[in-house]
Structures are given as structure tokens and as C-alpha cells.
């Protein structure tokens, strides 16, 4: 017997996922599901997995990664509580879809991913859909972007063994960092606050599977 019919999806299923998948799942943040509801996810993702685009899973983009599940992409930027005035760094641009949907959230966004040809496709695809606050570049995350730091917020798309210090010193006073920090097949994803008097406090927003983050401050390649 056939399986359902899958057709290209419509704002109305992105509508379904933001209301569904993520307001139905602990997001609760108006700008951040609304920022969700604005970003067309299947133009993020290859051709064939475009008729997914809103089943809330994580997607194959090529190089071996993935585009991350809606539902994280939402609790991550929630958490790290961005406001319209503020500097993000999104360490793994992978398919550019939470940059992209992060440059709705803050002033600038900058965008670091270790995979040239990821890197490339996704700055092409922003500056083609129009997000002209983001700024992406080829490199080793866990060194951060000192050139463009401190940052008010960053957030980590790939799973580390240990929090990255240079991360930790790129905050801006008052800047979060959300990091996954664990094993290498499953982590927790903490948060890390430092507050105006420069103190850093963390906390456990709960568990965690990401792809490894590979750098100096995270995992080596063969590890
Ligand atoms: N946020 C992405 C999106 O919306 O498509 C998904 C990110 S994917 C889960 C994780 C990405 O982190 C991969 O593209 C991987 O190549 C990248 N990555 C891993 N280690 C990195 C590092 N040290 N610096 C920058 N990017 C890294």
C-alpha cells in the first residue's frame, strides 16, 4: 500500500510546526515563535528532504551534517534570550537556517562553520533570501570570532567536551552562552550567564544529542 503523499510544504505547515511542535513544547517566547514562523525551512534543506522540512527532526545537509530539529533551533535561541539591539555568535552555520532565523531576533548575527563548502552555500542562500545581517566565515568555532567579540549572546550548534574557554571569554557583560557540553553522543545543554561584575554562573537546561563540535577547545577529528 502507498504511504501518504507528501507535496512541497506551505506556510501553513510551517504555521502547524510553530504551533504544534514548538508552542505545544515549551516555547513560549512570542519573538522567537515568530521568527520561526517567518523562516522557510525547506529552502535550508537539500531537494529531496524538502517534502520534511516540517517534521520537527533533524535533516542531512551534506559533509556528514545535519540541520538541527526545530523545537532545539527554538529552545536554544530562548534561552539565550536575544533582544532586537544585541550581537549573536552562531558557532555551526551548517545550513544557515538558525542564523537565519536568529538575524529576525538580534542586530547582527555572526555565523562561523568549519566546513568551507557549508559555509559557502549557506552565506550564498542568506544573502539570496535576503537576511543581509548576517556576516559567515570558514573557521574553528571553538576559537570564537575575537575580531567581532564581545558578544551579548552565542550559541552552539555542535556538541563539546568541555565548555570552550575563548567562548566563555567572548561574552559581553550580561552575555549568555548556550552551550551542549558531554560525551561525544549525547551532552546537556547548559547555559552559561556572566553578569555585570563579570562572574560566570551556569545552568542545565537538560539533555542533549548533538553532532560533535571539532576544534582546538572541542573534540580532535579522530577522537
Ligand atoms: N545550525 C545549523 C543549521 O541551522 O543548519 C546546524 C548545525 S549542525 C547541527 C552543526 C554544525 O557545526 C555542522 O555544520 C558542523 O560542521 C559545525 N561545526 C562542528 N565543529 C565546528 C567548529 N569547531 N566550528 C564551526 N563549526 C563547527
Not at 542586530?107 to 568551507?116: G, M, N, Q, T
Amino acid at each position: 500500500m502507498a504511504g501518504p503523499e507528501l507535496t512541497r510544504p506551505t506556510g501553513r505547515e510551517r504555521a502547524r510546526m510553530v504551533e504544534h511542535d514548538l508552542a505545544g513544547r515549551g516555547v513560549t517566547d512570542r519573538r522567537v515563535l515568530d521568527a520561526m514562523a517567518a523562516v522557510p525551512r525547506e529552502a535550508f534543506v537539500p531537494t529531496p528532504h524538502e517534502l520534511l522540512a516540517y517534521e520537527d527532526r533533524p535533516l542531512p545537509i551534506g559533509s556528514g551534517q545535519t540541520i538541527s530539529q526545530p523545537l532545539i533551533v527554538a529552545l536554544m535561541l530562548q534561552a539565550a534570550a536575544p533582544a532586537p539591539h544585541e550581537r549573536l555568535l552562531d558557532v555551526g552555520t551548517g545550513s544557515g537556517y538558525a542564523a537565519a532565523v536568529a538575524s529576525l531576533l538580534v542586530a547582527h548575527v555572526f555565523s562561523i562553520e568549519r566546513h568551507a563548502e557549508l559555509a559557502e552555500e549557506a552565506a550564498d542562500r542568506l544573502r539570496h533570501m535576503g537576511y543581509r545581517n548576517v556576516t559567515v566565515r570558514v573557521g574553528d568555532g571553538t576559537l570564537g570570532w575575537p575580531e567581532a567579540a564581545p558578544f551579548d549572546a552565542i550559541v552552539v550548534a555542535a556538541g563539546s567536551p568541555e565548555v570552550p574557554a575563548p567562548l566563555i571569554e567572548q561574552l559581553a557583560p550580561g552575555g549568555r552562552l548556550i552551550v551542549p557540553v558531554g560525551p561525544r553522543s549525547d551532552q546537556r545543554l547548559f547555559r552559561y550567564v556572566r553578569d555585570f561584575g563579570g562572574r560566570v554562573s551556569r545552568d542545565d537546561l537538560g539533555p542533549v544529542a548533538f553532532v560533535p563540535l571539532i576544534g582546538a577547545y572541542g573534540w580532535s577529528r579522530g577522537e
